[in-house]
């Protein structure tokens, strides 16, 4: 919709310590205000245009603190946009600002478009006429890249669970409307409080699986957690290298409490891998002995995935069998290295130990085996239904952000049903979520509704 | 045919039924010297199909007529039989009048009021053709060579062009119930230009009254409490009459099954496209198979005619065959049958070729109104029908202040809007789930959303108005105060909130807070805090829904705000959609085709995509921007 509040991240992705989520719109200051909090206790409803503001960004429904950032507010027209702006900056890299950005999205704000933010400074009239054509042309492009998107995620479980989903939500509604539209119908259970309050519970608990398991949208959110595991020498720092080498990496570091630990990101055939205390591996070669037994136990812990390297050159030791012990259950490759040097790796026992997960020959030296390790990481997150290239960050943020949309109106909808609000208002709630998971798969259609009333029923005279 | 010359008026409204009324009246009461010309003057108002006017969304439009000034509230208001609230036991949103109407008192009624209207001049003619000079309609002219002068004109014909009625192999030219249809007009409207297409409808037999063994139906009878259509009626109808249910058995799916050779429906003969909302007896037996009976309402079509609508049995299955349709319905075994039910095919406009005045694209001045513009329901014509009449009458009177609602503002305007910018592809009906914002388009708010325009127009006298600015204040001054007043937990208080079944109240509140319990009526609120005034009953009704759904209301007007931007954003006239690269041509097509007014109506055509609107938006600001630096 035009005029709405748009936000997005306007730093560029994982670049730099720094980024800054920017919103604009005539509810800017309103969501801004609703996720901020200041130690001095003002909020910025109040506060004087094209100031800064130190504070935290939080969580309400979870009463956590998410960030540490500066707020600035910028009130129309003398702004980038002539609207209401506010630039949230966090210092936390690629992971909070996306975090806080996903925050304003469920705040009501929706993400832009590409070129939005110029098109509305092209709008409200801040921009000359030379740029117009750039700004059209990159919405004519943006769609036909949306399409593409949209096409190659038609085919996913997404959109076929949300199509499930909305047909299900659309027999709710259409039963209410028949009771409304046709009230003397004798053939139609009557929606009751109770009946439309099991459905919208399910619904809930759909749209949470969703967003719970998606694990490839969190992974695409935040990329998969994965610790490089090894005795010393046994070649992590040569994989680490040519993960870096073949993949662009970004580099961020993560404030806090494990400043010390350095973060790369790198892009797997589609699947980000977040390299967890790479530094480690770097300075020392080796994690255990860096950081301790503790920590590295906590590190594995939070991990998604393990890549435990082990020596084709040299026999299986003890502490290869605790590692093997400590990742019991998680998920890993196995990585036997130095296949150019002669066997004395008991591979019988590795097969054993790695207890069925994925085992890769590999000479880093040689370059050998760094294919079949892509693939098999690859494959064990998309399990090579979904064409990666096709998710972009923005279509992803985009959908969670309605998916959460979609159940803040459903929580309305069961509060309506709990507070005793006659069915035909509840409904209004469950139309808009219904309406909200249609945009994920590009089917919002009201005539749908009417559609679904006449095919269900035999109405009329 | 020689022609002479019949007389000059402001507005000519062609045809005479529900909004043909309507039409005709609002543009009488706006000052414009008005005639209403139709074929048959025993025909005004008449009601070819059932009996009844109201009902779900269709009762709030005729509330809308009313605060807006029209006519058929009032006409219902003295001759219905029989009324009735629906959804009561739903939100205030869906609650809607219906009444059962005395269809040969509702014409007598409507005819007179007509003839009281001193702008107004009812003739009996047969409109052929239209005087168009210069793209603009002038007049018309009738079959008996009769040229009446215009400045601007609206067409109502109901399904009277090209009408044809079936009945199982038989067809033949008519209007409904055996009237003269109107051919030539047809033809011409084609010449000019218009996109016309077939629709069909039907109706079912009638039976007599004295014949029905009402003892296998049920009874179902009107309200006891005095319900009225408009806002001005006082007096109400005590003496009512009911209507019954029966069903249909196996036995009339069995005939039904074994006669659809010589449906008309099925054997191909009717080509027009049918409305879901009403199907025939034989589309419901034949689409919903497994349904073992039907509903079938009986329905006195009047006080002093033996004459039954059976409401339910719409069909143009051959004559003999209704007969033993209605044989096979408990109650109905020895009925006579004395109408038979019948399809009717006729020519509508695609209503895309209006402005969301009504007023024809191709030729200036020249309105249409109801189910010309492919909508089927009394209450969608007469909706049309004033809108059309204010906004002829406006043009007549050189006011030139076009009146469109909006979708947020009444029924009517969603009515127009889904007509105008989304066409129909068969008898459109209203329906509350095309009401975005269901919950502003209220039966008890109508006054609050549309007296003012009324008002504004000419049709709500000033003496009414004061009386609705009265109540207006009253309405909020009670919000006010139980906003303010604290209701302290005292004995009584406790008392009243146990015997609803609330919980107990632990300290003093707001009288507006434990009034949104959902346990809580206005009538308990007024115990604990009387009011010091007394108030109507309307008034309290709308002081609890009010405070009631507050939260809900207020998120709806925040959606209506969200659109305004977009409502308030103008799409030039001059526009040319063929120099604006990048549409996609789907959307260049359709937006040549509906020519929207304003960006938000662009973007409800189906077909044009959000990018679309975008680069539309951008094309706009552009040219004013190119318009600045050209000057």
Redesign the interface.
């Given at each position: 919709?035009?005029?709405?509040t748009i936000a997005a991240i306007s730093t560029p992705l994982g670049e730099g310590a720094i980024g800054i989520v920017r919103i604009t719109g005539p509810d800017a200051i309103k969501i801004a205000d609703d996720i901020f909090q200041s130690p001095s206790g003002k909020t910025l409803m109040e506060v004087n245009s094209h100031t800064i503001h130190y504070g935290f960004i939080i969580d309400k429904r979870e009463n956590k603190k998410i960030e540490e950032v500066m707020v600035s507010i910028m009130k129309g027209p003398k702004t980038f946009t002539r609207e209401d702006v506010v630039e949230i900056n966090c210092h936390g890299g690629l992971l909070s600002v996306n975090r806080v950005l996903q925050l304003v999205l469920t705040k009501g704000a929706r993400i832009a478009?590409p070129g939005e933010f110029t098109?509305r400074a092209?709008?409200n009239?801040r921009i000359?006429?030379s740029q117009?054509e750039a700004?059209?042309?990159l919405?004519?492009a943006?769609?036909d890249r949306a399409m593409n998107v949209a096409l190659g995620q038609m085919e996913g479980r997404l959109s076929k669970k949300i199509r499930k989903l909305r047909q299900e939500i659309l027999e709710v509604?259409a039963q209410v409307?028949v009771?409304?539209?046709?009230?003397?119908?004798?053939?139609v259970e009557e929606m009751t409080h109770t009946l439309l309050q099991e459905k919208a519970k399910y619904v809930k608990n759909e749209i949470e699986k969703l967003l719970e398991t998606s694990k490839q949208g969190k992974i695409l959110r935040e990329g998969l957690a994965t610790v490089i595991i090894g005795r010393p020498n046994v070649g992590k720092s040569s994989l680490l290298n040519s993960f870096v080498h073949e993949n662009k990496a970004i580099v961020t570091d993560i404030p806090g409490t494990t400043r010390d630990v350095i973060e790369e990101y790198v892009n797997v055939r589609g699947v980000p891998l977040r390299l967890v205390d790479t530094a480690g591996i770097r300075e020392t070669e080796d994690i255990v002995e860096r950081i301790g037994v503790e920590r590295s136990r906590k590190v594995l812990k939070e991990a998604d995935l393990i890549l435990f390297v082990v020596n084709y050159n040299e026999e299986i030791t003890e502490e290869d069998r605790k590692l093997f012990e400590t990742i019991k259950g998680m998920d890993a490759i196995i990585i036997i290295n130095k296949l150019d040097l002669p066997q004395k790796l008991d591979i019988e026992e590795i097969k054993k130990l790695a207890e069925g997960r994925t085992i890769i020959y590999a000479s880093m030296k040689d370059d050998k085996g760094m294919d079949e390790l892509e693939q098999a990481i690859s494959s064990m997150y998309f399990k090579g239904e979904i064409e990666t290239s096709d998710l972009t960050y923005v279509s992803n943020a985009r959908h969670i952000a309605l998916l959460n949309n979609a159940m803040q109106m459903i929580d309305e909808a069961l509060f309506g049903v709990e507070?005793?609000?006659?069915?035909?208002?509840v409904q209004?709630d469950m139309t808009k979520s219904w309406e909200t998971l249609g945009e994920i798969t590009g089917d919002s259609?009201?005539d749908e509704?009417?559609n679904q009333?006449?095919s269900q029923f035999?109405?009329?005279? | 045919m020689q022609t002479y010359e019949a007389g000059n008026f402001d507005v000519i409204v062609v045809g005479a039924g529900h909004a043909g009324c309507e039409a005709g009246y609002a543009a009488a009461r706006m000052g414009a010297k008005t005639a209403m010309i139709t074929i048959n003057l025993d025909m005004v108002a008449f009601m070819p199909c059932n009996p009844s006017i109201g009902g779900p969304a269709k009762g709030i439009v005729v509330r809308e007529i009313d605060a807006l000034g029209g006519v058929m509230a009032k006409v219902i208001d003295k001759t219905y039989i029989q009324m009735r609230m629906l959804n009561t036991g739903k939100g205030p949103a869906v609650r809607a009048l219906r009444a059962q109407a005395d269809k040969v008192l509702y014409q007598q009624e409507m005819k007179k009021i007509l003839e009281n209207e001193p702008n107004l001049k009812l003739i009996q003619g047969m409109v052929e053709n239209l005087i168009i000079e210069d793209g603009e309609c002038k007049g018309v002219i009738t079959k008996t060579g009769a040229i009446y002068r215009a400045k601007t004109i609206v067409i109502t014909t109901g399904t009277y062009l090209r009408g044809e009625i079936i009945i199982g192999e038989l067809k033949y030219s008519s209007g409904p119930n055996n009237q003269q249809p109107s051919i030539k007009l047809s033809e011409h409207l084609e010449q000019l230009g218009f996109d016309l297409v077939r629709f069909k409808t039907g109706t079912p037999p009638r039976v007599n009254s004295k014949t029905i063994d009402y003892s296998k139906t049920e009874i179902q009878p009107g309200d006891e409490e005095p319900r009225s259509f408009s806002y001005e009626t006082t007096d109400t109808i005590t003496d009512q009459l009911p209507c019954w249910l029966t069903y249909t058995t196996e036995t009339t799916h069995q005939i039904i099954d074994s006669n659809l050779h010589r449906s008309p429906m099925f054997s191909g003969m009717i080509k027009g496209r049918g409305p879901r909302y009403c199907p025939s007896i034989e589309d419901k037996v034949v689409r919903f198979h497994d349904k073992p009976r039907h509903q079938v309402f009986l329905e006195p079509e009047g006080r002093n005619t033996e004459e039954v609508y059976v409401q339910g049995l719409s069909t143009s299955l051959p004559e003999e065959v209704q007969h033993k349709l209605l044989a096979s319905i408990p109650g109905l075994e020895n009925a006579e049958m004395m109408r038979a039910g019948y399809a009717i095919e006729y020519d509508a406009i695609t209503p895309t070729q209006l402005w969301p005045t009504l007023e024809t694209k191709a030729v200036k001045n020249l309105y249409t109104a109801g189910q010309i513009n492919g909508t089927s329901g009394y209450e969608e014509a007469a909706g049309q029908g004033i809108m059309a009449g204010i906004n002829a009458a406006s043009r007549a009177l050189g006011r030139n202040q076009d009146v469109i609602l909006n979708r947020s503002d009444a029924y009517i305007g969603v009515l127009i809007d889904d007509l105008v910018t989304k066409g129909t592809v068969e008898p459109y009906r209203l329906l509350t789930s095309r009401a975005e914002y269901r919950l502003l388009l209220r039966h008890d708010n109508a006054d609050l959303r549309l007296t003012e325009i009324g008002h504004e127009i000419g049709l709500i006298s000033d003496e009414r108005y004061k009386k609705f600015l009265n109540k207006k204040q009253k309405i909020e001054d009670e919000i006010k105060r139980l906003k303010k007043i604290i209701i302290k937990p005292n004995e009584q208080t406790q008392q009243l909130i146990a015997s609803v079944g609330g919980s107990e109240l632990k300290d003093g509140i707001r009288a507006a807070d434990l009034l949104r319990r959902p346990e809580m009526k206005y009538d308990h609120i007024k115990l604990l805090a009387p009011s010091e005034i007394e108030l109507d009953k309307e008034i309290e009704e709308q002081v609890e829904i009010q405070i009631k759904y507050e939260g809900y209301i207020e998120k709806t007007y925040q959606q209506v705000d969200r659109l305004k931007k977009m409502e308030d954003k103008k799409i030039p006239a001059d526009i040319d959609y063929d120099a604006i690269s990048g549409l996609a041509n789907e959307a260049r097509e359709k937006l040549k085709k509906v020519l929207p007014l304003t960006l938000a109506q662009a973007s409800r055509i189906s077909g044009v995509n959000p990018a679309d609107i975008s680069i539309l938006l951008i094309y706009i600001e552009q040219g004013k921007i190119a318009r600045v630096s050209n000057e």
């Open positions: 919709m035009e005029f709405d478009e098109k092209f709008v009239g000359d006429l117009a700004v059209m042309d919405i004519r943006k769609t509604l409307e009771n409304i539209d046709y009230p003397e119908y004798d053939d507070s005793g609000v006659p069915i035909d208002i209004i259609v009201h509704l009417i009333l006449f035999c109405l009329g005279k | -």
